[in-house]
């Protein structure tokens, strides 16, 4: 194993590891593809790859600590994998530009109000299912798997923001609902990557070795100790996706 593969595991490691906490892992993995060497196309399909066998084995732990609520989710699933084909379908005909301000504002929303809440997500008031909750969770997994597949920065924290905020999940129940949304995009959008053979399977493979690893990690401890964990590391990511979008925007 040569140091480039070597540091490009350690990187799918962190990367899986904060991303089964609170998203964001592909601002460390992504970086750590084009630092190497690695071509943007490849990067992007590579990454999606690794990504998603992490993001299957974080989305199989919080099932099995009954942290995902599949009846909630049964429409949401479908409706996430349509918004994602769309998505990376629209990224070829739609620029993205506007996009930077619009989402740079929301997130900087999103992380200054989970700051400022102190209460916010520690205890599951979450209740009973209803049509309207279904209906509701369907429309966001539409919206975010189109955006994960159009543009992507920050859909694991608006997930579980919503979880939260609007559902009354706690963070570790946000998080576990938030997985299973963001593998079904995941994994949309990686069949359109393969399909056009912009995967580097030689590379692909270890670093998903590495990156079921960081999510077995992070997702353990995720339900271990729950919201005095997540919060954090949730606010961390917030505020380095605003950096990053705002670095985009204005200095790239």
Request: glycine share 10%; aromatic share 16%; proline share 4%.
């Amino acid at each position: 194993m040569n140091l480039k593969l070597i540091f490009l595991c350690l990187a799918g490691f962190v990367g899986a590891f904060v991303d089964s906490v609170a998203g964001g892992g592909g601002l460390v993995t992504i970086p750590a593809y084009l630092l190497a060497g690695i071509p943007p196309h490849f990067t992007l399909g590579t990454n999606k790859f690794a990504a998603t066998m992490g993001s299957f084995i974080s989305t199989t732990g919080y099932a099995r600590s009954s942290k995902v609520n599949f009846r909630l989710l049964r429409m949401a699933v479908p409706m996430t994998a349509l918004g994602a084909v769309l998505g990376v379908y629209s990224v070829l005909k739609i620029p993205q530009d506007f996009l930077y301000p619009l989402v740079s504002v929301a997130i900087l929303v999103v992380g200054l109000y989970t700051f400022f809440k102190k209460d916010l997500g520690k205890v599951n008031s979450f209740t009973v299912i209803t049509t309207k909750k279904v209906i509701f969770v369907s429309l966001v997994g539409f919206a975010l798997g189109f955006y994960d597949g159009f543009f992507g920065p920050g859909t694991g924290s608006f997930l579980i923001f919503i979880f939260i905020k609007f559902l009354k999940f706690d963070f570790t129940n946000a998080s576990g609902n938030a997985k299973l949304i963001n593998f079904t995009s995941n994994f949309t959008s990686l069949i359109a990557f393969a399909i056009n053979g912009k995967i580097d399977y030689l590379i692909g493979v270890p670093i998903a070795v590495f990156m079921v690893l960081g999510s077995l990690v992070g997702t353990k401890l995720a339900i271990k100790n729950g919201a005095k964990f997540i919060k954090p590391i949730f606010l961390i990511m917030s505020s380095v996706v605003f950096l990053k979008l705002v670095y985009d925007m204005f200095l790239k």
